[in-house]
């Protein structure tokens, strides 16, 4: 097997690319698809479980896929300046992107409602950082304006390449499953990776690459629902900052996805958010940020309620890495315990006696 090149080279033939588009690329794509025995054990009857692990992208989310082909696109048609409205995950990509094509990126985030790990990257990278007194909504409204009136590319995800990009992971699951799953669990927020997700699924078997279709089971955060509620939320709040939306961008197409799989969204409360989170590290050692458990919160909630009986295997996708969002865990973690610097203190503390554990 050669080395993996990224999305753009691997994936030429499913994306909107011509011999004009730059081969850009830092090796995005390609993450582990890994079976979850433990977490499947803990359910009871239960089908398999696989995990697509994305916080393995460059940044440490899926934003990469989109924003590699959002970035190579604006290359090619000559824009010097990116712009995008962040709650974190986001403006890492599209900073580093920026910083790897050699152009400028600017970023609009919430005031307050971004995680340190995010902001650092984005800052780290050379971005333009602008927080506003406002909500995420508010701040993709006025990078939507501003990109309609001066020359800046937009790359949120209402960017068509953004989508086309994040639809690989489609392609990746169902090469590694030999099909599609039953089912593909995955946190929504401003619901470009479903929309993804799902136009991914559709092509690879329009295209004869896969049999089935997977049904799309998207899970948002109790305080930020605005497609379970149907409405938009003014004031989304939610421990999970990278679904912290009210008013998704890709609203349309989150519905059809659902709907034309005959899937589902619901809601999951911050309590069984932070219960998965606990679940993906102690019992696969898999450490992702708040909003990705968002995908297993979902999953043990359907379990509870007999909703996973009819499925064999199923997919989750983790959508960021922990270190993205450190703060929730150390609130969480117990504190180390204090012992004495001696050999004695330390097998005491451990439970050990000369025999072995106790």
Not at 96 to 106: E, L, P
Not at 119 to 146: E, H, M, N, P, W
Not at 331 to 342: D, F, G, I, L, N
């Amino acid at each position: 097997m050669g080395v993996w090149r990224g999305v753009i080279a691997e994936h030429r033939e499913g994306l909107p690319v011509t011999g004009k588009t730059p081969l850009l690329g830092m090796a995005e794509g390609g993450t582990p698809l890994l079976e979850a025995p433990r977490l499947r054990e803990y359910l009871g009857q239960a089908p398999r479980v696989y995990l697509k692990l994305e916080g393995m992208n460059p940044t440490g989310s899926f934003k990469d896929r989109g924003m590699v082909v959002a970035v190579a696109k604006a290359l090619e048609e000559g824009s010097r300046m990116i712009m995008c409205a962040s709650t974190g995950n986001t403006s890492a990509s599209a900073a580093a992107y920026a910083a790897r094509a050699g152009i400028k990126c600017a970023v609009l985030v919430p005031g307050g409602h971004i995680a340190l790990g995010k902001l650092a990257q984005a800052l780290s990278y050379g971005a333009k950082v602008l927080s506003i007194q406002g909500s995420f909504d508010d701040a993709l409204a006025i990078v939507r304006d501003l990109c309609a009136n001066y020359p800046v590319t937009l790359v949120n995800s209402v960017n068509p390449y953004r989508i086309e990009g994040q639809k690989t992971a489609a392609f990746e699951i169902c090469d590694a499953l030999g099909d599609a799953p039953d089912a593909l669990l995955l946190p929504v927020g401003n619901a470009g990776n479903i929309t993804a997700y799902w136009r991914g699924f559709c092509e690879y078997r329009g295209a004869g690459k896969a049999q089935s279709l997977p049904q799309m089971l998207g899970f948002q955060a109790a305080g930020a629902s605005p497609l379970v509620l149907g409405r938009p939320v003014p004031n989304p709040e939610t421990i999970a900052t990278a679904i912290r939306i009210g008013n998704p961008a890709s609203w349309e197409g989150a519905i059809r996805a659902r709907d034309e799989s005959g899937g589902l969204v619901e809601a999951v409360t911050d309590q069984e958010i932070l219960e998965a989170y606990r679940l993906l590290a102690s019992l696969e050692g898999i450490f992702a940020e708040p909003a990705s458990a968002a995908s297993v919160a979902g999953l043990v909630k359907l379990n509870r309620t007999g909703r996973l009986a009819h499925y064999s295997r199923v997919v989750c996708v983790l959508t960021g890495h922990g270190l993205k969002d450190p703060g929730i865990a150390m609130e969480m973690a117990v504190r180390p315990e204090e012992v004495p610097a001696a050999l004695g203190a330390v097998a005491k503390a451990l439970g050990l006696d000369r025999g072995g554990a106790s």
